[in-house]
């Protein structure tokens, strides 16, 4: 009789978001490694829609259906509040009605283990309760972001003991942790020595089933290079509008020989130099393309750009935590990629296995190290190269469900260990 875990996950599909990756994988292909599972998500998100979801006897939705409209409005009331302490993790109420709903499950049913995900670090909260009830289940609490030390947090002070509390309580309790990078889990390694052998890393990834490769290129008047996805208030790419300024005004770009396109939602408050960014519009150097997108047209956008751009950016801390979600599609895509990331960043040691043609930018780099590389990426041909055998199968959603199920499988609990 195979082993059988319950994935608990605020996020999951079909809302279509990067937060619902892991929960998705880990639902679907620990299946094919012998274990079986259980999910318990939301049916509720705030702000929008999720859509709607066909019953399924292996995920358990709450609230109850009847309950929802009631239920969005105790979200909104748990965002405003979260947001004058500065915090944006939602859903610590729908971790409550969730751990009750897997306490009922487990009454009545065996399960070995159990993995919980985040964003939102509420679904860690549930596992933390569900685990304190059921100690013998082997929990990975499975964090897709680092909770602690997250560039685009901003607890206010008042708020962050609490978070310091909740963390440790958390790390405590599960069996293992896994981290998004090995920047991560090493930062986690020096915070907690006692328990460095908890730490794993559980990557980003693609998804096998999902076909992702280059399309043809349009006719276009200029060579298109997209970053298709939000661009965060921190994220704003000031080195890559002030290079695109200079060399325009030195006579070495001009319209016709590239166009910037930046397709989604994108929050450019942090733009130092507006008058300079509408120029860049004004002569067709920039184009934005605001508003949600499906996935599927992301794709599309993504496969039939000349250039591929990622912007790994956290403002001035600069930290090496964490890795676009978008990199894995542009890598499959196989067109030159320029990446603005930190000197030896996650991003970057990717990139170098990667097998597809590159430009590192460096964050700390100088303006003529930014314009020099955006010269040096018209240099390279549009046509696609092959993902690197290491990275197909390093990045596989089956190979991370597999180190995930080995994970629940072979390793006693905390409470069997002790």
């Known amino acids: 009789m195979p082993d059988k875990a319950l994935v608990v996950s605020f996020y999951f599909p079909p809302l279509n978001t990067p937060a619902t990756q892991h929960p998705a994988w880990f639902f679907e292909f620990m299946k094919d490694w012998g274990i079986d599972t259980t999910a318990v998500t939301s049916s509720v998100y705030f702000p929008g829609e999720a859509p709607e979801a066909p019953p399924a006897d292996d995920i358990i939705r709450v ?13 909104r009331a748990e965002l405003l509040v979260q947001g004058h302490s500065g915090c944006w993790n939602p859903s610590f109420i729908w971790a409550e009605i969730a751990a009750r ?64 509390r909740l963390e440790n309580a958390i ?19 020096a915070r907690y020595p006692a328990w460095r052998d908890k730490f794993v890393v559980t990557w980003g990834g693609y998804d096998p089933r999902e076909t992702i490769a280059p399309l043809p290129l349009p006719a276009r008047p200029a060579p298109v290079l997209a970053h298709v996805g939000s661009i965060y208030h921190e994220r704003a790419p000031n080195a890559l509008f002030e290079a695109l300024g200079s060399l325009h005004r030195q006579g070495k770009l001009g319209p016709g020989q590239l166009v910037v396109e930046l397709v989604g939602s994108n929050d450019l ?12 519009q004004e002569l067709g150097l920039v184009r934005l393309r605001e508003g949600h997108i499906p996935r599927s047209e992301a794709l599309r956008i993504s496969e039939e750009a000349d250039y591929l751009l990622v912007l790994d950016i956290t403002g001035k801390f600069n930290t090496k935590l964490q890795v676009p979600s978008k990199l894995f599609d542009y890598v499959l895509i196989g067109r030159p990629i320029i990446a603005f990331t930190p000197r030896n ?74």
């Open 63 to 75: 609230p109850v259906k009847y309950a929802r409209r009631f239920w969005r409005q105790v979200y």
């Open 101 to 164: 709903a897997a306490v009922r499950l487990l009454r009545n049913d065996r399960f070995s283990s159990m993995v919980s995900t985040s964003p939102t670090v509420a679904s860690h909260w549930a596992g933390y309760r569900i685990k304190k009830r059921f100690p013998h289940l082997k929990w990975v609490a499975d964090f897709q972001d680092p909770f602690l030390g997250n560039p685009f947090a901003h607890s206010k002070p008042f708020v962050r003991p609490i978070e310091r």
């Open 171 to 189: 790390f405590s309790a599960a069996d293992f942790v896994s981290a998004n990078t090995n920047t991560v889990r090493e930062m986690w390694q």
């Open 269 to 280: 408050r942090a733009v130092e130099n507006p008058a300079q960014l509408a120029g860049l």
């Open 345 to 418: 960043s996650p991003t970057e040691y990717i990139l170098s296995r990667s097998g597809v043609p590159h430009v590192v930018i460096h964050n700390e780099g100088s303006p003529e190290d930014v314009e020099a590389g955006i010269l040096r990426l018209l240099t390279l041909p549009p046509e696609p190269r092959p993902a690197s055998p290491w990275f197909r199968e390093t990045f596989d959603a089956r190979q991370l469900a597999k180190s995930m199920a080995g994970l629940l499988a072979s390793s006693p609990s905390a409470c069997e260990r002790s």
